[in-house]
């Protein structure tokens, strides 16, 4: 790619960028959110039409048009969300869009489950082409997302950020047949922010801030340290110093905690923990073990089936999220799109989004927008987030900055009892670092953090006792400062017992 | 200092410009294409159905006519307002509804039955003071219109019944009440076809040329009141953040089902004033063929009005003045009245094909189908039944 420039009103998200990708290579694309690379690989994939600069295969000038061009051209994404019918087998999935037809009318499925077969053989893992997509784990999804490209004879393969849903485990495997890939001559493009999976995969990272290229390095010759100030443009600090923890008195008690999700599922089953003041708890677990239905359980989002809820001693089980609110519990909602923001409100009805009835946000029945905007104002600047004005509406702004207006609203005051889902789920490397520094601070204030997070390493990096969720229970209790990650990881896939091939293989 | 705070106020000033741009601009266009279609519909009509020579000047000499007739005179003025007294107060009260996320389809039956509730309260207040009479006749409607919102409201925050469908059925329950009560109750005796008695000391005072009823006032006071009720009361909060994110209102610790009830309670008492205004300001006497298309082009006119009281109010006007025009339209132009039907149609069918006009008129920065009504008829709104 030469010299692609692409514009939008207001931002030029691609300024001149040249990326130049080898045959066999694995090449990292890293830079924060909003940098500029989902724009480059739309280009590259044919859902942007660049303003200037032109892409080269083999040497040629190519236009791409759509989708079907790059495809037409061996250039193939998975995205991040999958794009797969869970309904339908492995086989069916993969052929799809090119099915092979044993006659005009039906499908050649054993055609087509030969070549699957020999496809994952050639590169090393097993997949049964039988098997619905919806009893497949994570892990093997994306295997699959990876066989339709392969099927397609995919000669560039661009992964948007394909780790964020493993465990550590899955995550080796998929390096394994990215090495694989690669060793056959495929050339990959590995977009990620983990700094750790870039320097263990890449052959090359190419950094991007504000839509330049910043930077080109090798792994050998680089650090986390370097990639991170690159990527932010000043110096990160990617661990925070958190020092000694004083827990207090505690805080929050769950006593056997059941509690179903929307379809009746019981997915927490029995759940005990103990949160003091001072010190974070950790839940660490693969996404979908009960940690969302457990956590909407603690601020009121959620019956509780069975079990209860103490709060400082006092029983909150089944009150209403109102009353866990004022009681000074903060919440960072895992999906905050849904609970955590309204937006197509402004930044200051969104700060005052739990307070808006009190004073001195309303007296009485009547708002006051002049108390409501100095408030906006004032944490807007403490928590940093950048925005035009407090009047536009959250949509507006970047993830890192919206997720800072949930924070600037949750962490507020007095707080008894923090509750974060995912705190820093899709941010950037610096918002994260502001977050967690945010939480510690918290911690130290005496405030009980209760941490809840699919990324093992933030889990690691800010618990002071870790607990792993698996499938519905809290299946060990670790202390933070002697958690082996290796240990945590294996606990996460395995709840503790020896796996057979349930967590590895294929169905059959 | 003071020239940050300038320059501030200079982008306030070109933002504030944007922002009203951004939201006229759809209604704006919808309605400009609606009178153009419409001049295509007028000569065509003239030519094949009618017989006449083809005169491409005549939808200019029909919309000076309708433009006269709406107003080209006080006379024609007041009748422009008198008109459109039931379809602003109807219109805001879909329109708080669509704030909340609430599909009103309910106003017809909110109308009629606000109507048949003021002449059931002026009957028996026949022999008391005038303003005693008016007010509870007012009342009655209100209350009768916040009745028939009040049930589909309930039923919704139950059962999770959907309020489109619910309030399409109040729709008839509300027309069979309608002609049992006027053949019965109310019925004046030995009147054919069954007529209620007149509404008496209750009708409306006449405050402008013949017809400028006091309902004109109260619809018109009623805008800085729904404004303030959304934009500046902490239940206007509320409304409005259910309507936006109810799952994110519910953390904030509001009830939604409580809210929905109360919002399609409002919506029924504004529509139902609307009735008791048309009733009690107009004709007086209520018979089962008193019929409408208030409840239903009130829906146009908050969706016209982007659901913000102002523009409704703009909205309403310009409905009224089409239903005012109408009339003198056909008589100087020869254009028959049901053009103006023809034009809100379009009217709608240009807001509800936003996405489309967007594209084709390349407007930038320009806000469609994700603001509120737009959203409320397109977005399926169960979730809140399960939890």
């Not at chain 2, 020239?3 to 009203?20: D, K, P, Y």
């Not at chain 2, 017989?51 to 491409?56: G, S």
């Not at chain 2, 006749?137 to 925050?157: D, R, S, Y």
């Not at chain 2, 006009?357 to 399926?380: A, H, K, P």
Request: aromatic letters at 6%; glycine letters at 10%.
């Amino acid at each position: 790619m030469r010299g692609i420039t692409k514009r939008y009103p207001g931002v030029t998200a691609n300024d001149n960028i040249d990326l130049d990708l080898q045959r066999g290579e694995i090449h990292a694309l890293l830079g924060e959110n909003g940098a500029g690379k989902t724009t480059l690989m739309n280009i590259l994939y044919g859902l942007a039409v660049p303003d200037e600069g032109q892409i080269l295969v083999d040497g040629n000038p190519v236009r791409i048009a759509g989708p079907s061009d790059a495809i037409a051209r061996g250039i193939e994404m998975v995205h991040q969300h999958f794009m797969l019918i869970p309904v339908l087998s492995v086989a069916e999935n993969v052929v799809l869009g090119e099915e092979t037809m044993a006659n005009p009318v039906f499908l050649d499925k054993a055609e087509a489950s030969r070549r699957i077969r020999e496809l994952a053989g050639r590169f090393g893992f097993e997949l049964d082409p039988d098997a619905k997509i919806e009893s497949l784990s994570v892990g093997q999804q994306q295997r699959v997302e990876i066989l339709k490209t392969l099927y397609r004879n995919a000669q560039v393969l661009v992964l948007d950020e394909p780790t964020a849903v493993l465990t550590p485990g899955e995550t080796e495997e998929i390096f394994t047949l990215l090495r694989n890939l690669a060793k056959d001559g495929r050339s990959i493009i590995f977009i990620s922010h983990k700094l750790t999976e870039v320097l263990e995969i890449a052959d090359r990272i190419t950094v991007i801030r504000r839509g330049r290229v910043i930077g080109q390095r090798r792994p050998s010759e680089t650090t986390e340290e370097e990639l991170a100030e690159l990527m932010v443009g000043r110096a990160v600090l990617l661990t925070v110093e958190r020092g000694e923890s004083h827990p207090g008195e505690v805080r929050l008690k769950v006593e056997n905690l059941h509690v179903k999700d929307d379809r009746g599922n019981e997915m927490v089953r029995g759940v005990d923990l103990e949160v003091r003041s001072g010190e974070i708890l950790g839940i660490a677990g693969v996404a979908g073990n009960g940690q969302d239905e457990l956590v909407e359980a603690l601020v009121g989002l959620r019956r509780v089936a069975a079990g209860r809820l103490h709060l400082r001693g006092r029983d909150i089980t089944g009150v209403s999220p109102r009353a866990i609110n004022e009681a000074n519990v903060g919440y960072v909602p895992a999906d905050r799109h849904r609970f955590g923001l309204i937006l197509a409100f402004p930044l200051t009805d969104n700060l005052v989004l739990t307070s808006y009835y009190k004073q001195p946000y309303a007296r009485g029945m009547l708002r006051d927008g002049r108390a409501i905007a100095a408030a906006a104002r004032e944490k807007v600047k403490a928590y940093d987030v950048r925005t035009p004005s407090i009047e536009v509406a959250a949509q507006t702004l970047s993830g890192g900055n919206q997720q800072k207006l949930i924070v600037a609203r949750e962490f507020e005051g007095d707080t008894t009892l923090l509750v974060l889902d995912q705190p820093t789920r899709g941010l950037d490397v610096g918002s994260i670092e502001f977050i967690h520094r945010r939480i510690i601070e918290k911690r130290d204030a005496g405030t009980a953090v209760l941490l809840v997070s699919a990324e093992l390493d933030e889990v690691m990096e800010l618990s002071d006792r870790i607990a792993v969720m698996y499938r519905g229970k809290l299946v060990a209790f670790l202390d933070g400062r002697t958690a082996d990650k290796n240990e945590v990881g294996l606990l996460m896939a395995t709840g503790g017992r020896a796996a057979p091939a349930e967590a590895t293989g294929s169905a059959s | 200092m003071s020239s940050a705070q300038r320059r501030s106020t200079r982008v306030g000033v070109g933002a504030a410009l944007r922002a009203v741009w951004a939201l006229t601009a759809v209604p704006l266009f919808a309605f400009v294409l609606a009178l153009v279609v419409g001049a295509i519909v007028i000569v065509a009509s003239s030519v094949l159905v009618l017989k006449n020579p083809f005169d491409p000047t005549l939808p200019i000499s029909a919309y000076a006519a309708l433009a006269n007739g709406a107003f080209g005179s006080f006379d024609a003025l007041v009748s422009t307002l008198v008109l459109t007294t039931p379809l602003l107060l109807a219109g805001l009260g879909v329109a708080i509804g669509f704030r909340a996320g609430l599909f009103n389809i309910g106003a017809q039956g909110q109308f009629l039955m606000g109507a048949v509730g003021s002449v059931a309260v002026a009957v028996q207040f026949r022999h008391a003071p005038a303003v005693v009479a008016i007010t509870a006749a007012l009342l009655g409607g209100m209350i009768a219109g916040a009745a028939w919102g009040f049930v589909p409201g309930l039923l919704k925050a139950v059962s999770g019944a959907h309020e489109v469908v619910t309030t399409i059925m109040m729709n008839y329950v509300a027309l069979a009440a309608l002609s049992w009560i006027v053949g019965g109750p109310l019925q004046q005796p030995g009147s054919v076809p069954p007529t209620t008695p007149s509404v008496g000391i209750a009708a409306l005072p006449i405050l402008l040329g013949r017809s400028g009823h006091i309902g004109i006032l109260i619809a018109f006071l009623a805008v800085p009141l729904a404004w303030f009720l959304l934009f500046r009361t902490t239940r206007g909060f509320e409304i409005r953040a259910v309507g936006a994110n109810p799952d994110a209102a519910r953390y904030a610790g509001i009830k939604p089902r409580r809210l929905i009830v109360l919002t399609m309670s409002i919506a029924g008492l504004l529509a139902g004033l609307a009735g008791a205004c048309t009733i009690l300001g107009i004709s007086h006497t209520m018979n089962p063929t008193f019929s409408t298309s208030v409840g239903f082009d009130s829906i146009t006119v908050a969706l016209l009005g982007r659901s913000n009281p102002i523009g409704v109010m703009l909205a309403a006007i310009l409905f009224g003045a089409m239903r005012a025009g109408a009339g003198p339209m056909q008589i100087n132009a020869g254009v028959p009245v049901e053009l103006v039907d023809v034009i809100q149609a379009l009217i709608l069918l240009f807001l509800i094909a936003n996405v489309v006009l967007r594209r084709l008129l390349r407007l930038r920065g320009v806000r469609g189908s994700e603001q509120t009504g737009f959203e409320t008829i397109t977005r399926s709104y169960g979730r809140e039944a399960t939890v």
